[in-house]
């Protein structure tokens, strides 16, 4: 194979989705006088979250829905987080609740995640969501994952029959972006840290997706020439650039797509959110 992988361009594609929400978004208000309402509970001072959290408060408001964000202090305890989620729960006018992670070490992750209400869960981590999903059902989906999978049918005209390898089992992107590709139809492998030849896994795969938080860990060599690889990696190196999962310099000679970090997935997750919240404000509403 000679040239570039051809590169999919996920700040383009996450804008078009943003703008299609936007359009619907507009309709709803039109039509019955309401819009969907995303509301984010952050917990402490943590840099990366507030930034995330000030993004997808921005990024909702453009799309003409109603966005809240709770800031609650980094002392707040387990029993206040769980009863500012109970408020949520029951609040009507409220049809998505995203808690940002990483939670202060002193309040049970999972206690909280069980704790939101699964129809308005846009993070799609419920346990009663990630059951739909294995069971090939709807409901609300993980956003990088769904944003994965979005850019991958952008760049393939079909996924049925071919070899996807996932690297990575996380329950936030790994495992549910396995399960979105069984239902496309592919013959999946999940990879990780413990399998063996791990090169030679992923060299015969004709998708790579990477999520495994290791700078630069997935080498050209070990690529099928042609493959499309969608790199979920987001790295700080020591002088402060991002890099992927994928070292990209290399992978873009053999690959015949691939995502580069920035710009690739990274957007695609936001636009989602917003695509889940979308999602369940119709199915709560009708």
């Not at 998505?96 to 129809?119: E, N, S």
């Not at 059951?131 to 952008?154: E, F, R």
Request: a neutral charge; glycine letters at 10%; one cysteine or more.
């Amino acid at each position: 194979m000679t040239g570039e992988a051809r590169i999919i361009d996920g700040k383009a594609t996450a804008a078009a989705l943003r703008a299609e929400i936007g359009r619907e978004v507009a309709a709803i208000e039109a039509n019955r006088g309401i819009v969907p309402g995303l509301h984010v509970v952050l917990v402490g001072e943590d840099p990366a979250s507030k930034v995330y959290v000030a993004s997808k408060e921005k990024l909702a408001v453009e799309v003409g829905m109603n966005s809240v964000a709770h800031r609650l202090p980094a002392e707040t305890t387990e029993a206040q987080l769980l009863a500012k989620l109970a408020e949520l729960n029951a609040d009507d006018s409220v049809d998505g609740i995203l808690v940002q992670l990483p939670l202060p070490k002193h309040i049970d992750t999972g206690r909280i995640i069980d704790a939101i209400d699964p129809a308005k869960d846009v993070d799609g981590l419920h346990p009663i969501n990630a059951g739909l999903l294995a069971g090939g059902k709807n409901g609300l989906v993980p956003c990088t994952p769904l944003g994965c999978m979005l850019l991958l049918k952008q760049a393939l005209p079909s996924l049925s029959g071919l070899d996807a390898v996932v690297i990575g089992r996380s329950e936030l992107v790994g495992r549910p972006v396995a399960q979105l590709l069984l239902q496309a139809d592919c013959t999946v492998t999940i990879a990780h840290s413990r399998t063996r030849d791990l090169a030679a896994v992923v060299k015969r795969a004709d998708i790579v997706i990477a999520a495994v938080g290791r700078p630069r860990m997935v080498k050209g060599d070990w690529i099928k020439p042609g493959a499309t690889v969608i790199d979920v990696g987001i790295n700080r190196l020591p002088d402060g650039k991002l890099t992927g999962d994928v070292d990209f310099a290399e992978a873009v000679k053999v690959a015949g797509t691939i995502t580069p970090v920035p710009g690739g997935v990274g957007p695609m997750t936001i636009a989602c959110l917003l695509k889940n919240t979308l999602t369940a404000f119709h199915a709560r509403r009708g």
